[in-house]
């Protein structure tokens, strides 16, 4: 809106003002009135796709691109032409122009992005823009309809485009590309975008494009993790569990978050955590058991993203199981005694018992069968426990032997808070046999469930145990060496990280 203004003053003066004049004055003004305006994707793609338009459409002097008087004594059919081939090349711009910025904020290219264009720029150019300021400035008895009839042009456009962003086939997914694929690639795409004929340049055209197809150039899906060494995401999904763990060459994703209505954690956060670090593929899926705020994101992600394996605590009944046998995935029942290495990485399952028969336990509690999993190397003990309650932890608690216990002794042990930090669980009897060195709860910012409870919490500080929070720490990383003197991992918490301007503390 303010670039039209600046626009319209331009051009109701009687000037031709150099092109990148009226972007600058735009651009002053949106800083001046929102400051903070350059923390937003959309500012970046607003003034990126315009800077690109009018870099490319401007003429030697750098004037804006305006018919002469010659060209509109021309016939209409030519002029309709010349107006379509201009269209095309604008949209062309735009949507080589926009690769850096979408890959890098969205991790996708949309196939059908330049057809959406060519439909919702004219109508938002030529419709819904005229009614908006004719409808701001004239008497209200006007102007409300003209407002109304700009909102019903938005919502029907809406709905086209959103039915065009369901296409399948509409959108090219990749990785956040990397600092050097972004220099070249905006080198490409000065290359290829210039102003000038392209019958005399197309070579470097090409040549432009070639350098901006490093953009797809996909990062190593390396771990760049050692032998024995491992690393524990725990995503910020909310109320609900998901932690992707890594070896060298193997994945596991323990839960997959919540789902509320026809959003979930898989789609919203998990999946594109996952491709943005170029993530397709996943070892194993361990659902703890079948609470929407653990298996919520399971069905998207089971769409999306490759697994071989599936262990969890679920019944016979459960959906899930269906569609993973549909897709020809095996699913483990999750059972104590259950153990296997990855990359000299040790997995452990704890709970349930091995007899234990999923059917018995639900709907009415199916908290208690959660599949109890420790990760551990040679440095670090890493205990997820799903929502296991107080008499799951005491079965667990007798099955520590105290050749278990000496395993663990010269380890440090992270232990994540069963069901959120529940007064239900964290037993002190279960802590005492453990002892965890440090502990984290994943939790929603003022969730209606209390959690974690202040009991909880205060057994937790009454044993000087470092309690992490997810509401207050974001998504926590954790990477454990195989050195066991490098055996107190100390967490990046993404909050504090990656902490905007405003927020950090004065040296």
């Known amino acids: 809106m303010y670039m039209v203004g600046v626009v319209a003053f ?8 150099r092109s990148f004049d ?22 970046w793609l607003s003034f990126g796709a315009v800077a690109a338009i009018l870099f490319a459409m401007q003429d030697s002097d750098g004037l804006l691109g305006l018919p002469t008087g010659r060209e509109l004594e021309l016939g209409w059919l030519y002029r309709l032409s010349q107006a379509l081939k201009e269209a095309c090349r604008v949209q062309a711009v735009v949507t080589i122009a926009l690769l850096p910025l979408t890959l890098y904020w969205f991790y996708q290219v949309s196939i ?39 909102h019903a042009t938005m919502d029907y456009l809406a709905i086209l485009l959103a039915w065009m962003a369901n296409w399948r086939w509409g959108v090219v997914w990749s990785s956040q590309p990397a600092w050097w694929a ?37 990062p190593s ?22 932690v992707l763990i890594e070896t060298r060459t193997k994945r596991l994703l323990y839960d997959t978050g919540p789902i509320q209505g026809k959003d979930n954690a898989g789609q919203r956060i998990i999946l594109p955590y996952l491709r943005g670090r170029g993530i397709n593929h996943i070892d194993r899926m361990v659902i703890s058991h079948s609470d929407s705020d653990h298996i919520g994101g399971a069905a998207t992600l089971l769409k999306e993203i490759r697994f071989d394996s599936m262990m969890g605590s679920l019944p ?11 897709r020809k995935i095996p699913a483990i029942p999750c059972r104590f005694g259950q153990q296997w290495s990855w990359d000299g990485v040790e997995f452990h399952i704890w ?40 008499q799951g932890e005491a079965d667990i608690t007798e099955r520590l032997t105290q050749e278990a216990l000496n395993d663990l002794q010269d380890k440090a042990l992270i232990f994540m808070a069963p069901h959120h930090g529940s007064k239900t669980s964290s037993s002190q009897g279960l802590l005492t046999v453990l002892n965890p060195d440090q502990a984290f709860a ?42 066991s003197e490098l055996n107190q991992s100390e967490p990046i918490f993404w909050r504090q990280h990656s902490q905007r301007l405003w927020h950090r503390k004065g040296e």
Request: glycine share 6%; charged share 15%.
């Open 442 to 483: 994943q939790n929603g910012y003022r969730n209606r469930y209390g959690h974690p409870h202040p009991t909880v919490t205060a057994r937790y500080q009454s044993m000087n145990i470092p309690f992490y929070q997810s509401p207050s720490t974001g998504a926590q990383v954790w990477e454990f060496p195989a050195k």
């Open 182 to 218: 972004i220099v070249f690639s905006t080198v490409g795409i000065i290359m290829t975008i210039r102003p000038g004929s392209i019958r005399e340049s197309w070579f470097s055209r090409v040549v432009g494009l070639a350098l901006t197809t490093s953009l797809f150039i996909h």
């Open 22 to 43: 009226i972007w600058w004055w735009a651009l002053f003004v949106v800083l001046l009135i929102d400051p903070m305006a350059p923390y937003t994707p959309g500012f």
């Open 316 to 326: 016979s009944t459960n959906p899930l199981l269906a569609n993973l046998e549909g």
């Open 351 to 390: 709970h349930p018992y091995a007899d234990t028969v999923f059917e018995d336990q639900y709907p009415r509690k199916p908290n208690e069968v959660s599949c109890v999993l420790e990760v551990r190397n040679t440095s670090t003990s890493f205990w997820l426990t799903g929502d296991v309650e107080k």
């Open 112 to 150: 059908v992005s330049p057809l959406a264009n060519a439909i919702a720029i004219p109508v938002v150019s030529y419709v819904v823009t005229p009614l908006a300021i004719a409808g701001a400035l004239l008497p209200d008895f006007i102007g409300k309809w003209l407002l109304i009839s700009a």
């Open 10 to 17: 331009a051009l109701w003066s009687g000037r031709n003002p």
């Open 221 to 242: 899906q390396n771990t760049n993790l050692s032998l024995g060494e491992f690393r524990a995401t725990v995503l910020d999904i909310g109320q609900g569990t998901a």
